[in-house]
């Protein structure tokens, strides 16, 4: 009963649950806005445009009802990351004003300068991304997908069988850990342990549970497929979702915002600098 | 609704899991399928709906050969089919799409779809739970999901591969209740099975060994053969093995043992 307690606290994906205009997008909306906005990112310069940048992601979280807090969370997996990244550029930076050197190590304004930028435009990828990942189920993302690679399904990309790929691994994810649980316990109580012991042992252990769960999921591939197919799946050809992703005018509106607002990002690297 | 005639399957060259079977399932008939493991009761079954294809002989469905359907979707469409195993057949993140996954595939249109959603998820009583995710149903409630699936094809035939082996008695009741209906409704049955209290409510009895039709005749007939069954490594119920030892052959339940046992006071 531990399994069925932790089966519904993990939750796939990031979607945060709300109720709020963001949410209620269509998800190819923000799939179009979110690469533009994070190219948009890839061009500022500037701390001042970086502060336009943050009041219109703050603003976006807010409307989507995400705390910012839980956006600025997703920081803290690339932590390391992010102080190695802004160490090279801060160190390996050249410049003319040097601030402190040691050996082959100078710590240049320009450095800390660029240091600074680097890492305003990670958080700040890293953290709007949730307005995407937060606001749309795993499910309505893997539709706009579909949907948005749909006109390449001519040049041959798959873009159904992705979608389709996509809905099963959702449907299976608690079903294989459900049974990886179960095949764990059946082998400890036969003594077989892997959080124990030597890296040899182990390693046995671990292969001893990722071998019978491979297996299975083969079986239940299997018999998947024959299900699927008693069911009259052949495939994307003729088919209709009963999901139905709906295009409004208020996606248009938040595209074209989104639109203007990273021109002026782009437009900023040849504007004169603010600051 | 079936009929299949010197029905032969190969899965390869010179091994027969189907050999030379000929039988007659009329519509609106409930047909129970047994025999021991590997008797080829489940490749008889995927024949019926063209998920195998006959090595030698005829399959007809409705009357027409399954070769002659001509589009594999109309005869998957006419004859639904459920599995063993619930958690393997659910394709759907939540039940509503799961029911509608077979329409889906049909290009049945969307408001045609919501109202079959409502109405099979009535025949299976899972109304409610259209928003639930199947992994948090009890088995009894996933293999009825997968029955509401079949039935949103609007299919003439229903075929249970084994689909209440794994599921705990309350499951299996609740499973056989939706079967009743369905039956009662005029929808055909055919029912592979281990159970013999389940073959008990069928009106037509199977019997597969070895890849071979060895009986096909109402229950109460095929449990008068104590020995012949036995001798395919089929066990009948108890009370119909009690009914035969106090010489009341084929008794299906209790009541009926009752009864035979005060008429012959």
């Excluded at chain 1, 009963?1 to 709020?20: C, D, H, N, V, W």
Aim: aromatic share 8%; glycine share 8%; hydrophobic share 50%.
């Amino acid at each position: 009963m531990l399994m069925a307690a932790k089966k519904r606290q993990i939750r796939f994906g990031a979607y945060y649950p709300a109720e709020s205009p963001v949410h209620s997008l269509d998800p190819r909306a923000k799939i179009i806005a979110m690469l533009l906005f994070l190219t948009g990112i890839l061009f500022v310069e500037s701390y001042a445009w970086f502060a336009a940048v943050y009041a219109f992601g703050l603003l976006a979280l807010r409307l989507a009802r995400i705390p910012a807090g839980k956006a600025f969370g997703a920081v803290r997996g690339l932590v390391v990351l992010l102080i190695f990244t802004a160490l090279i550029n801060a160190f390996f930076t050249r410049g003319e004003m040097v601030l402190w050197q040691y050996g082959a190590l100078t710590l240049t304004l320009e450095g800390l300068h660029r240091s600074a930028l680097m890492l305003l435009r990670l958080v700040a990828m890293v953290a709007f991304s949730g307005l995407l990942t937060f606001t749309t189920t795993p499910i309505a993302l893997s539709d706009a997908l579909e949907s948005l690679g749909r006109p390449l399904a001519r040049f041959g990309f798959p873009a159904h069988e992705f979608a389709m790929m996509m809905t099963i691994a959702l449907r299976f994810i608690p079903v294989l850990l459900e049974e990886a649980d179960k095949i764990m316990k059946a082998q400890r109580s036969r003594g077989g342990d892997w959080r124990e012991g030597s890296l040899t042992r182990r390693m046995k252990g671990i292969i001893a549970v990722v071998v019978p769960l491979l297996f299975n999921a083969l079986k239940r591939a299997d018999d998947l497929a024959i299900a699927m197919e008693a069911r009259g799946y052949i495939g994307g050809k003729g088919r209709i979702s009963l999901r139905e992703l709906r295009w409004r005018p208020v996606d248009t509106a938040v595209l074209l915002v989104v639109l203007v607002f990273v021109a002026l990002l782009v437009a900023s690297r040849w504007l004169p600098p603010l600051w | 609704m079936f009929r299949l005639e010197n029905v032969t399957y190969e899965y390869q060259a010179g091994v027969k899991a189907l050999a030379d079977v000929s039988l007659h399932i009329p519509r609106g008939c409930w047909a129970a399928v047994i025999g021991a493991n590997g008797s080829g009761k489940s490749t008889m079954a995927r024949h019926l709906n063209g998920l195998l294809a006959a090595t030698s002989g005829r399959v007809l469905v409705d009357g027409r050969d399954v070769n002659e359907y001509a589009n594999v979707q109309q005869l998957r469409r006419k004859v639904g089919i459920v599995f063993q195993n619930p958690d393997n057949q659910i394709v759907g993140n939540s039940v509503e799409e799961d029911v509608a996954f077979g329409p889906e595939n049909l290009g049945v249109p969307r408001d045609e779809m919501r109202r079959r959603i409502t109405e099979v998820l009535g025949m299976v009583g899972l109304v409610g739970r259209e928003k639930a995710d199947p992994n948090n149903l009890s088995g009894g409630q996933k293999q009825r999901l997968a029955i509401a699936g079949a039935l949103a094809m609007q299919p003439e035939a229903l075929i249970l591969d084994e689909a209440t082996a794994m599921l705990d008695p309350v499951g299996a009741a609740e499973v056989l209740e939706v079967l009743r209906r369905l039956h009662a409704g005029g929808m055909t049955i055919v029912m592979i099975t281990h159970s013999m209290a389940e073959v008990a409510e069928a009106e037509l009895a199977v019997v597969m060994a070895n890849g071979r039709l060895q009986m096909a005749a109402p229950p109460a007939e095929i449990f008068r053969r104590e020995q012949e069954l036995r001798g395919w490594h089929i066990e009948l119920p108890p009370v119909t093995q009690l009914g035969n030892m106090l010489g009341m052959k084929g008794c299906l339940s209790l009541d009926e043992l009752l009864t035979r046992l005060d008429v012959g006071r």
